[in-house]
């Protein structure tokens, strides 16, 4: 039998928009990954920032080696998640191949900073929440992401004409607007429609 032809122009659209919905409560209900990750960055920047101005310690950026016990964290807690996974739908796939070649990407940039210099490392990675959190919150038709990431646009050239330590400042207040206030509204959402 050929499902396609059974179906009108509007029960299309409200099937399309259910799936939709439920990828968006899927999401919401693993607010945890934007907000894990947002929090994680967010602290560990404020953290180096106060090595680095206040302490002043040349071993400032240390701290930095939390991101590996977050992803261990994180890695963790995927693979224990996909078990329970039942539907996936192309919206979730295109989230999760999304963020899987921005988290490789992440990853070579740091790379490629660490062997060149941190000095402008962190205007690229706010362009990468950019980029993360709009495409994000355009699949998931979420405005708070949407916004996020074009606020994260508006950071990211400004940050290239600051200082290191206020690039640092940049930063956090880029993964506020991008992942942690989006995050906590998104989880919200989910609360509210259980």
């Not at 920047?45 to 240390?62: D, E, G, K, N, S």
């Not at 996974?85 to 070649?101: A, I, R």
């Amino acid at each position: 039998m050929d499902y396609e032809n059974d179906l009108t122009p509007e029960e299309s659209v409200l099937l399309i928009r259910s799936m939709i919905d439920k990828t968006r409560h899927n999401v919401a209900g693993n607010s945890f990954s934007f907000l894990f990750w947002g929090w994680l960055v967010f602290l560990i920047c404020v953290l180096q920032y106060i090595l680095m101005v206040w302490v002043q310690t040349p071993y400032h950026y240390y701290v930095w080696c939390l991101i590996w016990v977050g992803i261990l964290v994180f890695m963790f807690r995927l693979f224990r998640k996909k078990k329970q996974e039942k539907v996936v739908t192309f919206v979730s796939e295109s989230m999760k191949y999304l963020w899987m070649g921005l988290g490789i990407t992440f990853f070579i940039t740091g790379w490629i900073c660490a062997v060149n210099g941190w000095h402008n490392s962190f205007p690229l990675f706010i362009v990468l929440y950019a980029t993360g959190t709009f495409v994000s919150g355009r699949l998931l038709k979420f405005r708070p992401f949407v916004i996020g990431g074009i606020l994260c646009w508006i950071i990211a050239p400004v940050t290239a004409y600051v200082s290191y330590d206020n690039q640092i400042l940049l930063t956090a207040l880029a993964l506020l607007v991008s992942y942690i206030i989006p995050g906590h509204l998104l989880k919200a959402q989910q609360l509210k429609n259980q």
